[in-house]
């Protein structure tokens, strides 16, 4: 079971611990997710980091197994919120540096988070993360069609298998690797009482994430970090977040960039082995 953290607007984060050394000496993981996903989809790359690194993942709201209100709102900045709240709860281990890891929307909540508690992080890694320049995205109540494919994502299947069989056999999902994509199933999907699997993250509650995008704030904040800014991006494709990622290095005081050409949008899932490597790398400087 997550420990579960109080945020602002009534909602409580998850907060899941996927091992890794306990004494104080050790760097910490702190993961946050992709909006669709969880902080569970990270345990294959805190599998390979556990002898090095301490692991700590989010379910931000709205994802995972976060408790979230029936009439809650999706702006970014609550994103952010929830990772200041894990920050000052103690649930992280003391004295220890923390070492930042976000993949798209979760590269925002971190930007968010690290503004609102300088000092806490020694340095932020982020794969893809959306932090679009000015103008770069859609606006909230214009065309979306990441938001309207999101609004019509199937919902609901016979069983946890069967959603990996389905998510298995065509794209996007298909990219990922066998233990990501089980991971993302079992800790994205709730099973009821007969053995039905259904979403977490309500489709509706996915949309209304991709809508709000724009107005995050996290360009704003991002230049104001005096903390190492890796970016690492995939192949370079228009119209996502690969396309700005030079941008948000350049905007970056202390930013660099990290490519893996070989590597879509959903990088960290498809190869955790290569991602958990560069983590580690960088965790060893700080």
């Known amino acids: 079971m997550p420990t579960y953290v109080p945020s602002r607007d009534g909602v409580e984060v998850a907060v899941h611990d996927l091992g890794g050394p306990t004494h104080g000496a050790a760097p910490v993981a702190l993961f946050a997710h992709a909006t669709g996903f ?35 709102t999706f702006e970014w900045s609550g994103f952010g919120a929830d990772v200041v709240a894990v920050l000052d709860a103690g649930v992280l281990p003391p004295g220890a540096p923390v070492l930042g890891v976000g993949h798209s929307m979760g590269g925002a909540a971190l930007v968010l988070a690290a503004r609102e508690r300088r000092g806490v992080f020694a340095a932020l890694w982020m794969y893809e993360p959306v932090i679009p320049p000015p103008g770069a995205l859609l606006s909230a109540d214009g065309p979306n069609p990441l938001a309207d494919g999101a609004a019509r994502r199937r919902a609901r299947f016979d069983s946890l298998d069967a959603a990996i069989a389905n998510f298995a056999s065509k794209p996007p999902l298909d990219a990922l690797r066998a233990d990501a994509l089980r991971a993302y199933v079992e800790g994205g999907f709730a099973v009821e009482a007969g053995g039905e699997a259904v979403l977490r993250c309500r489709p509706e509650w996915e949309a209304a994430t991709f809508r709000m995008a724009r107005q995050s704030g996290a360009w704003d904040a991002l230049g104001d970090l005096d903390i190492p800014v890796v ?6 494709e228009p119209f996502t977040p690969s396309a700005f990622a030079g941008a948000i290095v350049a905007d970056a005081r202390h930013g660099r960039l990290s490519r893996h050409s070989e590597l879509g949008h959903f990088g960290p899932l498809e190869n955790p082995d290569t991602i958990a490597d560069e983590l580690a790398a960088l965790a060893a400087t700080l």
């Open 231 to 236: 970016v690492a991006v995939g192949a370079e």
């Open 38 to 72: 969880h902080g569970r989809a990270w345990e294959p790359v805190a599998a390979r980091l556990a002898d090095r690194v301490r692991c700590v993942a989010l379910d931000l709201r709205g994802h995972g197994e976060a408790r979230t209100p029936e009439d809650l």
